[in-house]
Nanobody, 125 residues
C-alpha cells in the first residue's frame, strides 16, 4: 500500500519561505507522477505543481509560478516544494498526491489515487 507523508508546513509572514516535503513509501515510484495541491475556500483542491516520473516535465500554476520550485530525488521517493515570497493568499492546506502515469501528469485531483494527510501553511500580512 503506497503511503505519502508530508511535513514542513507552518506559519510565516508575507515574503517569507517554507519548504514542504513529501516522502512516499510502500511501493516503487517508477512511473508515478507526483503533485502538490492546495485546498481552496470552496473546498476544491487546486493543482499547484506537478512533476513527471522522470522529472523532466514540471508544471506550475500561474498563481505560484516564479515563486515556488518543485523537485524530486533521484530515487523518486521524495518530493519537495520550495515556497518563496509567500503571500497571504497562499494560506491553505497543502496536499501531496501521486498516481501511476508514466506518460505525464494530470491537473485533475480526481485522477490522483494516493494522497497525504495535508499540511497547513499560514501566511500573515
Amino acid at each position: 500500500q503506497l503511503q505519502l507523508a508530508e511535513s514542513g508546513g507552518g506559519s510565516v509572514q508575507a515574503g517569507g519561505s517554507l519548504r514542504l516535503s513529501c516522502v512516499a513509501s510502500g511501493v516503487p515510484s517508477d512511473g508515478f507522477c507526483m503533485a502538490w495541491f492546495r485546498q481552496t475556500t470552496k473546498d476544491v483542491r487546486e493543482v499547484i505543481a506537478t512533476i513527471s516520473s522522470d522529472g523532466r516535465e514540471v508544471y506550475y500554476s500561474e498563481s505560484v509560478k516564479g515563486r515556488f520550485t518543485l523537485s524530486r530525488d533521484s530515487a523518486k521517493k521524495g518530493l519537495w516544494l520550495q515556497m518563496n515570497n509567500l503571500k497571504p493568499e497562499d494560506t491553505s492546506v497543502y496536499y501531496c498526491a501521486t498516481y501511476y502515469s508514466p506518460e505525464g501528469c494530470s491537473h485533475r485531483p480526481g485522477d490522483y489515487g494516493f494522497w497525504g494527510q495535508g499540511t497547513q501553511v499560514t501566511v500573515s500580512s
